[in-house]
């Protein structure tokens, strides 16, 4: 399985208009560090899976050359997250867009899909598990304000996992259904803040003993320190995305 993360920004994506904090000044004068909200590419031979919607998803389509899906998830209904989904009214194709089936007929209607007969809603059911090709994919729920959907793709030999939005603490039930993955991706979107619907980057470090696996973050906001600076405070305990890693 390869992963491509399209977008690894927070909800505000950087630099953030009308912001002129140390961090989004930094990110106008180098443009490699801009980050578009949260979206990553899951492939697994011919089969590719898109996670998240976030309002960037046009412009990130075009930039990747994406031309091809199987199918789309979405882990909640945050702005964020989802915002993008009317762009595949456009798609050259119907496309498979699975959430949470308690939320389809909230969004049909919030975002006037019913014009849009490409875009066709997938109702995921709580802790039950769908087949694309050859991948498994698993749903699972987190603490996010009430709840969001996890994800986890595998092809047999491999699991990652997507935590997405998650509070803290996390938990023990959570942090045993991810020890054994591979990879485990997790949105932090605050260094040190505290904030019972999200994690942050230094809660974060503190569970990496407990892992067997890779801990990717993603979903980096301007209220962390720079890339240069946060890798040095990370070291070899995560990876820190940035946008186009694969």
Same mark, same amino acid.
Request: aromatic fraction near 10%; hydrophobic fraction near 35%.
């Given at each position: 399985?390869?992963?491509?993360?399209?977008?690894? $920004?927070a909800?505000?994506? @950087?630099?953030?208009? $009308?912001c002129?904090?140390?961090?989004? @000044?930094?990110?106008?004068? *180098?443009?490699?560090?801009?980050?578009?909200?949260?979206?990553f590419?899951?492939?697994?031979?011919?089969?590719?899976?898109?996670?998240?919607?976030?309002?960037?998803?046009?412009?990130?389509?075009?930039?990747?050359?994406?031309?091809?899906?199987?199918?789309?998830?979405?882990s909640?209904?945050?702005? !964020?997250?989802?915002?993008?989904?009317?762009?595949?009214k456009?798609?050259?194709?119907?496309v498979?867009?699975?959430? $949470?089936s308690?939320?389809?007929?909230?969004?049909?209607?919030?975002?006037?899909?019913?014009?849009?007969?490409?875009?066709?809603?997938?109702?995921?059911?709580k802790n039950?598990?769908?087949?694309?090709?050859?991948?498994?994919?698993?749903?699972?729920?987190?603490?996010?304000?009430?709840?969001?959907?996890?994800?986890?793709?595998?092809?047999?030999?491999?699991? @990652?996992?997507?935590?997405? !939005?998650c509070?803290?603490?996390?938990?023990?039930?959570?942090?045993k259904r991810?020890?054994?993955?591979? @990879?485990?991706?997790?949105?932090?979107?605050?260094? !040190?803040?505290? !904030?019972s619907?999200?994690?942050?980057?230094?809660?974060?470090?503190?569970i990496t003993?407990?892992?067997?696996g890779?801990?990717?973050?993603?979903?980096?906001?301007? *209220?962390?320190?720079?890339?240069?600076?946060?890798?040095?405070?990370?070291?070899?305990?995560?990876?820190?995305?940035?946008?186009?890693?694969?």
């Amino acid at each position: 399985m390869k992963i491509r993360f399209l977008g690894t $920004g927070a909800g505000e994506g @950087i630099p953030v208009i $009308g912001c002129n904090c140390s961090h989004c @000044i930094y990110a106008k004068k *180098h443009p490699e560090v801009r980050r578009d909200r949260t979206a990553f590419i899951i492939e697994e031979k011919k089969t590719k899976l898109l996670v998240e919607t976030p309002p960037d998803i046009r412009e990130i389509i075009l930039r990747y050359d994406i031309t091809d899906l199987d199918a789309v998830f979405i882990s909640h209904t945050d702005y !964020d997250h989802i915002a993008g989904i009317y762009e595949f009214k456009y798609w050259k194709e119907p496309v498979d867009i699975y959430l $949470g089936s308690e939320w389809i007929e909230k969004i049909y209607e919030c975002y006037n899909l019913k014009r849009a007969p490409k875009v066709k809603l997938k109702g995921l059911k709580k802790n039950k598990f769908i087949n694309i090709e050859n991948l498994r994919i698993d749903n699972f729920i987190v603490p996010h304000r009430s709840y969001s959907y996890a994800f986890s793709f595998s092809n047999g030999e491999k699991e @990652i996992v997507y935590l997405g !939005d998650c509070g803290w603490p996390i938990p023990e039930n959570v942090i045993k259904r991810i020890n054994s993955a591979d @990879i485990i991706i997790i949105n932090t979107p605050f260094y !040190d803040r505290e !904030d019972s619907a999200h994690t942050n980057i230094l809660q974060v470090l503190k569970i990496t003993e407990k892992l067997k696996g890779k801990l990717l973050l993603t979903h980096i906001s301007h *209220h962390s320190p720079t890339p240069d600076k946060l890798k040095k405070i990370i070291g070899n305990r995560a990876i820190l995305t940035n946008d186009g890693l694969e």
